[in-house]
Structure formats: C-alpha cells, structure tokens
C-alpha cells in the first residue's frame, strides 16, 4: 500500500471525505451526545490534529483510515491534576472548556484511530498511532494520552475492565491487541477509566438502535458493548456505562 497521511489543516478540502467510512462502530455507539462536541469540530477547530490516509494506488481517492485528537489543559489551577475518570466524554469535555476559555492547552488526547472494515488486520492502526504520536510532537506537545478503547472487551462484556486490562501475554505485553499496540510503541498504562462514555436512551430508542427486543428489567448484553447495557421497564430507558483504559506516551 502506497500510503499517503494529510492533516485536514493542510487539506481542508478533504473535510467531507472524514465520514466517507461505512460500519466503523455499532449504531448505539454513535449516540454519545458529547461526541457531537468534538466531531461537529472535527474539521475545522480540530483540523491540525485530525489525520486522513489515503491508498496512493487505489482508484477513487477513498480515504483508508482516520485519526482523530483534541488538545486540552492540565494543571493544578485547573484542579486536573489525574486524568479523567470519565475518560473520552470527560477529556471533549475539558478541551470544549479550554476553547470557551481561550486557554492554552498542554497536552493532546487521541480520540479515534478508525480503520476501513475491509482493511482491518493489516498493520494501517500502527501506522495511524506512530502517525498521530509524531503530529503530536510536531506540535510541541511532551505527551499524546489516550482513553483507550480495549479491541477485544466487548467478547467479555461481563468482566470488569480493570481485571481484563491486567491481563498479560507471557511476553509481559497486555493481552488485548490494541492496548497491546499502544504499550509495544512506548506507551504506559496509566488506570481505568470507569465511565468513559455514558449513552443513554428510551427503549424504543435502544430497540432501533440494535433491533433488541429490551423488554425486561436488568443487564442486556449488546453486541459491541464492553460492558451490558443496564434496562428498566418501569422508566422506559436504558444506560450504557462504557469502560476505557487511560494510556500515556511519553515524546520526549
């Protein structure tokens, strides 16, 4: 694959081509209402953080992969001295204020890396994290964080997130591939981060959104989910509590 990485900074007129992917996540994940925060911005605010590649040989100029990061603060006078605990929500969250503010920010968050569902499994994650870890320090940044979103959890719903990160191959590596991906190009784990996204719906809203019949009170498992989705007949709604994984890398 000829590979080509732009920043939509320096290709503004690509900005449309960011949601030319189909079937990246389930549909009940694209219901995060603090997403809209950062993706509404995406390509603009955030165009020299947010990364396009494109397969130089294949014909049509569909992008191949995205990655997507938000600058935001830390500081004692801010009262942020941890990251997070509501990790991806919690971190838009901070650099939406910073914005409001005009405060300056001292550190970048990943977001996303997304892959093409055809293309998944051929080494474009590793190259879109070096990417995103290389931007970063161009920017002058001392550290890229990233509230990750463990590959392989959402086989394991019922495992809490803190006893599946701990897990570890032979070779001391984290058991999941992509936290796995993270720790192998210098990153470390930092702690869970307990509610990383909170979406939340009526019934009827959750039965379009995964065609589950919800229809008794307690624990659903969804496919896709990291942890069940918690339903209740008698409100008429249901709650999804996502778990993540705080990584650090160190640039310099």
Known sequence: MDLEIVTLAERPDLADRLWDFDDLWPRFMQQDPVGDLFYARAGT????????????????????????????????????????????????????????????????????????????????????????????????????????????????????????????????LPEDPWLRLHVRVGAEVVGVCPRAMTISGTLAQWREWTGMPFDSTGDVVVPGALNPVHCDLTHDHAVYVEPGVWVRHRLR
């Open 45 to 172: 605010r955030y165009a020299e953080y947010t990364l396009l590649a494109f397969d130089r040989d294949e014909a049509g100029g569909r992008p191949v992969a995205r990655s997507c990061a938000i600058p935001f603060a830390m500081g004692a006078d801010l009262g942020r001295t941890e990251l997070p605990e509501d990790g991806w929500d919690g971190v838009i969250r901070w650099a939406w204020l910073d914005d409001v503010a005009g405060r300056e920010p001292t550190h970048v968050s990943a977001i996303e890396v997304a892959i093409r569902p055809d293309l998944r499994g051929t080494g474009l994650a590793s190259v879109l994290l070096e990417a995103k870890r290389a931007k970063a320090a161009r920017l002058g940044f001392g550290e890229l964080v990233a509230p990750v979103r463990p590959s392989g959890k959402h086989l394991e719903p019922r495992v809490g997130m803190r006893e599946y990160a701990a897990r570890t191959r032979p070779d001391g």
